[in-house]
């Protein structure tokens, strides 16, 4: 490995790195092959300027990137150095990934990586079954492995305080014309590989319901199909919210979500009141946790989500003119 990565290597790596979620699939990323190290870039062409003004959604989508991508590499015995923001005059470039000594994959890593191609956003509503400790522990754990904190509301009282928090943070976001625009514009109802098609969009939301949803279109619902009353949500956080910490929190976040891919269990995202400062640090205030939230999830049981498209492979990669 003394040469450093080759195309093979970034264009197979790449393929289970644009898995990852990002904010209503805009996959806001790009991968460069630069002196034998594989980059990780965001795309400024794929900005949210209304939903996302200040980076920090594709900062942690590009995180959730990294981490497949470093997963892949490993699976593929080619594990990689990781340097975040390794260029202070190209703040785009999210990491730098070298070749570290070659080793075979732990079965840790082969489990999490099977799950890539499973994991899906679940909008819709999930069954009653409650989380078993197990895997509350497991998804706690895959926090820390990648140096963040968990924080798993149970109970009624702790998720209606945080519904609350939730559902301002919706209603102020709701208000903005710039930010209803924008979502509707990556609504998707053909075959367009970017976006959210309505299929995958959950049901519409209804008055009664405890969480908010965005409103990407979805389907009428079906009677007695109401979300769980008591859902498990869990608040990923970081130390701080600088950029580092930012892309940090996305690699914790992927690694979340495929450990609980591989638990059998059903994941979707509410990013509301991340997205609102004045909600953001009312959650924080409401946990009496040091660090910075970054993702709210709803976890449960449910069917199987719905893929959404990807973009080619070759759309998101960066070679050298003679390699190109």
Same mark, same amino acid.
């Given at each position: 490995m003394?040469?450093?990565?080759?195309?093979?290597?970034l264009? !197979?790596? /790449?393929?289970?790195?644009v898995?990852?979620?990002?904010?209503?699939?805009? %996959?806001?990323?790009?991968?460069?092959?630069?002196d034998?190290?594989?980059?990780?870039?965001?795309?400024?062409?794929?900005?949210l @300027?209304?939903?996302?003004?200040? =980076?920090?959604?594709?900062?942690?989508?590009?995180g959730? $990137?990294?981490?497949?991508?470093?997963?892949?590499?490993?699976?593929? &015995? /080619?594990?990689?150095?990781? +340097?975040?923001?390794?260029?202070?005059?190209?703040?785009?470039?999210? /990491?730098?990934?070298?070749?570290?000594?070659?080793?075979?994959?732990?079965?840790?890593?082969?489990?999490?990586?099977?799950?890539?191609?499973?994991?899906?956003?679940? +909008?819709? @509503?999930?069954?009653?079954?409650?989380?078993?400790?197990?895997? +509350?522990?497991?998804?706690?754990?895959?926090?820390?492995a990648?140096?963040?904190w968990?924080?798993l509301?149970i109970?009624?009282?702790? #998720?209606?305080?945080? !519904?609350?928090?939730a559902?301002? $943070?919706?209603?102020?976001l709701?208000?903005?014309?710039?930010?209803?625009?924008?979502?509707?514009?990556?609504?998707?109802? &053909?075959?367009?590989? *970017?976006? #959210?098609?309505?299929?995958?969009?959950?049901p519409?939301a209804e008055?009664?319901?405890?969480?908010?949803?965005?409103?990407? =279109?979805?389907i009428?619902? /079906?009677?007695?199909?109401?979300?769980?009353?008591? @859902?498990?949500?869990? #608040?990923?956080?970081?130390?701080?919210?600088?950029?580092?910490?930012?892309?940090?929190?996305?690699?914790a976040? %992927?690694?979340?979500?495929?450990?609980?891919?591989d638990? =059998?269990?059903?994941?979707?995202?509410?990013?509301? @009141?991340?997205? #609102?400062?004045? !909600?953001?640090?009312?959650?924080?205030?409401s946990?009496?946790?040091?660090?910075?939230?970054?993702?709210?999830? +709803?976890?449960?049981?449910?069917?199987?989500?719905?893929?959404t498209?990807?973009?080619?492979? *070759?759309?998101?990669?960066d070679?050298?003119?003679?390699?190109?």
């Amino acid at each position: 490995m003394e040469t450093g990565y080759t195309v093979e290597q970034l264009r !197979a790596a /790449a393929t289970d790195a644009v898995r990852a979620p990002s904010l209503h699939n805009v %996959q806001p990323w790009r991968f460069r092959l630069r002196d034998g190290g594989i980059e990780v870039l965001l795309d400024p062409t794929r900005r949210l @300027p209304a939903t996302d003004p200040s =980076g920090w959604g594709a900062r942690v989508a590009g995180g959730a $990137a990294l981490f497949n991508l470093r997963l892949a590499l490993a699976v593929a &015995g /080619a594990p990689a150095t990781v +340097r975040l923001r390794p260029y202070p005059s190209e703040p785009d470039v999210l /990491a730098r990934l070298v070749p570290d000594l070659p080793r075979r994959p732990s079965p840790a890593e082969q489990s999490l990586y099977a799950a890539i191609p499973r994991r899906f956003s679940n +909008r819709a @509503p999930f069954w009653p079954d409650p989380v078993p400790a197990d895997s +509350r522990w497991r998804l706690g754990e895959a926090a820390r492995a990648e140096h963040c904190w968990l924080e798993l509301l149970i109970g009624v009282s702790a #998720v209606n305080a945080f !519904a609350e928090i939730a559902r301002g $943070a919706h209603r102020v976001l709701e208000r903005d014309p710039a930010y209803r625009a924008e979502r509707e514009a990556w609504v998707r109802a &053909g075959d367009e590989p *970017d976006g #959210v098609p309505v299929t995958a969009s959950g049901p519409q939301a209804e008055p009664h319901d405890l969480l908010p949803s965005r409103g990407f =279109g979805g389907i009428p619902r /079906a009677p007695g199909r109401d979300f769980e009353p008591e @859902p498990l949500v869990a #608040v990923l956080g970081s130390a701080g919210n600088t950029a580092v910490d930012q892309v940090v929190a996305g690699q914790a976040l %992927q690694r979340m979500l495929l450990t609980a891919t591989d638990a =059998g269990l059903s994941v979707s995202m509410l990013s509301q @009141p991340i997205e #609102v400062p004045s !909600a953001r640090e009312q959650l924080r205030l409401s946990l009496g946790r040091f660090g910075t939230p970054q993702m709210v999830m +709803r976890i449960g049981y449910g069917q199987p989500g719905r893929p959404t498209p990807r973009r080619a492979v *070759d759309e998101v990669l960066d070679l050298p003119v003679h390699l190109a």
